[in-house]
């Protein structure tokens, strides 16, 4: 299959929109109400090692590793320039956090090397063959029993996410999520116990969470 690894859509889609990805995301996208849900739905222990996966300007990174000072959490990313961002947030949160430059679909770790691998606002990003390999990489990385967390778009779950997601729909890379193909994918990729744990609405649709677990 040819793919090109080094092709990736943007935060915003566009580079130049970067910029203002923190603020878009504060203003329109009820973010820290959502961030804060997948922190406690992750329930990490003591020394769990958790990887942020396609973390951006790292705000759920360093939200984690405040709430949890003793687990080891590292964030990786596609875009380097994002990854300038999420460095400097950081360096002034003064939190240590590692970051790696790296495709999803081609993680840079061992076999079951984390306790616990949270995603939020990414999965959309990647086309249907994408997301295959990513959550391959995610189960092959978790430990036995070890859990994936995510946040993305999900199917509406009533008439006005519906009409948004008609427009959303129409980039191939959200079909799957509106269509709610994201936990059988989960399934096939080897995870059990899927659910969709929690849904919000947002202006660009229906936003759910996920929790899916790797067997023991
Ligand atoms: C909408 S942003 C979400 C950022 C962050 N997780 C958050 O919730 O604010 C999507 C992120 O996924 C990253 N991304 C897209 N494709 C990727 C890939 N193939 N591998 C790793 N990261 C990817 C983008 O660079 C971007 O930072």
């Known amino acids: 299959?040819?793919?090109?690894?080094?092709?990736?859509?943007?935060?915003?889609?566009?580079?130049?929109?970067t910029p203002l990805y923190d603020l878009v995301m504060q203003l329109i996208m009820?973010?820290?109400?959502?961030?804060?849900?997948?922190?406690?739905?992750?329930?990490?222990n003591k020394g769990y090692r958790v990887l942020d996966l396609g973390c951006g300007t790292a705000t759920l990174t360093i939200l984690i590793k405040k709430a949890h000072p003793e687990a080891e959490v590292i964030g990786l990313d596609i875009d380097p320039d994002i990854l300038e961002v999420a460095r400097s947030k950081i360096r002034k949160a003064g939190v240590d956090i590692a970051l790696d430059h790296a495709n999803a679909i081609e993680l840079p770790y061992p076999d079951n090397s984390f306790d616990c691998v949270v995603s939020s606002?990414?999965?959309?990003?990647?086309?249907?063959?994408d997301k295959i390999s990513t959550f391959r990489e995610v189960f092959r990385v978790l430990?036995?029993?070890?859990?994936?967390?995510?946040?993305?778009?999900?199917?509406?779950?009533n008439i006005l996410m519906y009409l948004i997601s008609l427009i959303i729909r129409q980039f191939e890379e959200t079909l799957d999520n509106?269509?709610?193909?994201?936990?059988?994918?989960?399934h096939?990729?080897?995870?059990?116990?899927?659910?969709?744990?929690?849904?919000?609405?947002?202006?660009?649709?229906?936003?759910?969470?996920?929790?899916?677990?790797?067997p023991r």
Not at 121 to 129: A, S
């Open 1 to 17: 299959m040819d793919r090109n690894r080094d092709k990736y859509i943007p935060a915003l889609s566009y580079e130049w929109l």
């Open 30 to 44: 009820c973010e820290s109400t959502f961030k804060r849900r997948l922190v406690e739905q992750m329930r990490i």
């Open 121 to 129: 606002l990414v999965f959309h990003h990647l086309t249907h063959e």
């Open 143 to 157: 430990q036995p029993g070890g859990e994936l967390h995510a946040a993305d778009f999900g199917k509406p779950h």
């Open 178 to 186: 509106i269509k709610g193909l994201l936990p059988e994918m989960l």
């Open 188 to 214: 096939n990729a080897g995870f059990d116990q899927v659910e969709e744990t929690e849904r919000y609405m947002t202006v660009f649709g229906t936003l759910s969470l996920y929790r899916a677990r790797k």
